[in-house]
């Protein structure tokens, strides 16, 4: 893929680094020049402009990009390079970074943002992931909550242990995408059985996390989960 990213800070270049590593060809557009360090990433394209302005964006080429990712420091810069991305070089993917949890709400749609990721969210996920056995944990919102990739870690009394995923009834809008289990990562089949310690990835809707608890879990989470609500 072609993929943009505004702003060349500790995190854009770290981004940029890893899509090269997989093979894309990532254009790094920076609007300070003392950021400008090509030699930090070589193999990207570097490009000195203010990402908020449609003239640069147009030179840049902008929308000949598949994905455009807008990780700046600053929330107002990338909510109006993810707006521009989108209504004007109409790009089919925007990834914006939120730097501070209280502006979270913001990064919609109306904004073209595709996927908004929030450090303080993701941090708290992580930390609750680490932690968390026996319930579900949301891990990253896609779609502006259409869409979750949520966690359970698998209790020894989890009603399912042992048995193999097709006797599983996963509710409709929820998919298990992956298992990890120690340190590896299982694609699962339908005759693969499931485990205590079982870390479960599913993706689902929002509207369905309950019934995702409670069949995973058993009814008894789903209720003590509704009561904390």
């Known amino acids: 893929m072609r993929i943009a990213i505004a702003g060349a ?6 981004i940029a680094q890893e899509l090269i590593d997989n093979g894309h060809q990532v254009m790094l557009i920076e609007r300070q020049p003392k950021m400008l360090r090509p030699d930090r990433v070589p193999a990207a394209d570097w490009v000195l402009a203010d990402a908020c302005e449609l003239a640069s964006l147009e030179e840049a080429d902008v929308a000949g990009c598949d994905v455009v990712v807008a990780a700046t420091g600053d929330d107002k810069v ?42 303080p969210r993701v941090m708290a ?10 319930d579900l944990v949301r891990l990253m919102t896609f779609r502006q909550g259409e869409a979750n990739l949520v966690e359970i870690t698998l209790p020894p009394t989890a009603p399912y242990v042992g048995q193999p995923i097709h ?4 509710p409709r809008d929820a998919a298990l995408v992956a298992i990890v289990r120690g340190k590896r990562v299982l694609v699962p089949t339908p005759d693969d059985p499931i485990e205590a310690g079982d870390e479960l990835v599913f993706v689902c809707t929002a509207a369905v996390e309950d019934d995702v ?15 904390r609500s």
């Open 78 to 119: 990338n909510l109006v390079v993810s707006l521009l991305a989108k209504t004007e070089f109409a790009v089919p993917r925007v990834v914006a970074r939120v730097n501070r949890a209280e502006n979270e709400w913001l990064f919609t749609e109306q904004w073209g943002v595709d996927v908004a990721v929030s450090k």
């Open 9 to 14: 800070g500790n995190v854009g270049r770290s």
């Open 213 to 227: 608890r409670a069949v995973i879990l058993g009814p008894a989470s789903a209720a003590r989960h509704r009561d």
């Open 167 to 170: 006797a599983v009834p996963i």
């Open 125 to 134: 996920a992580l930390v609750e992931e680490a932690v968390t056995v026996g």
